[in-house]
């Protein structure tokens, strides 16, 4: 980040307007390199972990009490992280003050008549695919989603014939993450790239849209845990604070890792001290990482609206509920690993016609963002857990 940030000022003080313009345009092809390496994961990425967290949800059939209360939660927590995003990014307006249209004209030229004609008709197709390779082929994410839906129930309905398949999906599911985290060691040439671009047009300007961005997520991301403690403390009451210090160390460990996943052993472990059914935890917490995760959720709107405001597009309240139902949609069953909600917004973006370089610009202080809302999502599923435990009668005093 410091030397794209010092190569872009080097040519924004010794070069004409015309040569800092063709350096940018240059210089950008890392981040679109970069930027292609995640497109191509995210079809196959979502439509694996989709069809798997379907799936995995169909054999509620046979706990169905437990798993409808649980998703009554999982659901009501989304949609609260969700709209929190939204509205916040809504009131502080991050990315309002750093115009990066004049950084990238090409890539977004005619594109908030684009935004504005998004009518129901244009929406109803992007839902409903012709051809799944079509859909694949073009990133179209919501015609994925549909037809992961479609074939995740159907694969469920089979039961035992259809769990070699289920299996296998999983499998696959796990290898694209962890392809993911190969593109991810990549990110540094991109950042590099996209900063070194921005700050050859712009000069340093895009560090106050950094500091606004950043402190505007710290601040979502505390009314969150207000938010969810209060609900847990509704239902918990006094048992509330004990949650908290046993969860203290698996929120230590994913802030430090920015890994929700790499917590799971040890909440496991800190859930069933708390007084937490062994049944309900093992089926509880792994439905949770693939339907609750709370702060991701509350970054994606957060992030894409921000993204859309850099590049001065404007999102009209409709267009910004329809993306806050694709992030709903294309965010489940994506796995709490570093990096992996990025993807998700990458997708969104696209969908939106918001210039998908924006993303590459975040990086920088994604680490950052990434910590606290691992943070974040290791509280939902542990108040998810606790909560479902205490309803089910099932938590030891």
Known sequence: MLTGGLVGYIVFVSASSESRNSFATDIKLLTTIFLRLVQMIIAPLVFCTLVVGIAKLGDLKTVGRVGGKAMVWFLSASITSLLLGMLLVNLLKPGVGIDLANASADSVKDLAGKTQSFTLQNFIEHVFPKSLVEAMANNEILQIVIFSIFFGVATAAMGDYAKPLIKALDIASHIILKMVGYVMKFAPIGVFGAIAAVIAVNGFSIFIFYTKYFFSFLLGIALL?????????????????????????????????????????????????????????????????????????????????????????????????????????????????????????????????????????????????????????????????????????????
């Open 225 to 397: 845990w207000v938010v969810l403690v209060f609900v847990g403390y509704l239902i918990l009451r006094k048992k509330t604070p004990v949650l908290l210090k046993h969860l203290s160390q698996p929120l230590l460990i994913a802030f430090t890792t920015t890994s929700s996943e790499a917590v799971f052993p040890k909440l496991t472990e800190e859930l069933e001290k708390f007084g937490c059914k062994d049944k309900i935890v093992s089926f509880i917490l792994p439905l949770g990482y693939s339907f609750n995760l709370d702060g991701s959720m509350m970054y994606m709107t957060f992030a894409s609206i921000a993204i859309a405001q850099a590049y001065g597009i404007q999102l009209d309240l409709g267009t910004q509920l329809t993306m806050l139902l694709v992030l709903m949609l294309t965010s489940k069953g994506i796995a709490g690993v570093p990096r992996a909600s990025l993807v998700v917004v990458l997708a969104t973006c696209s969908m939106f016609h918001i210039p998908p370089e924006g993303v590459a610009l975040i990086l920088p202080i994604d680490h950052f963002c990434d910590m606290f809302r691992s943070m974040t999502n290791v509280l939902g599923n542990g108040l998810a857990t606790s909560v479902v435990s205490k309803w089910e009668k099932s938590l030891d005093v």
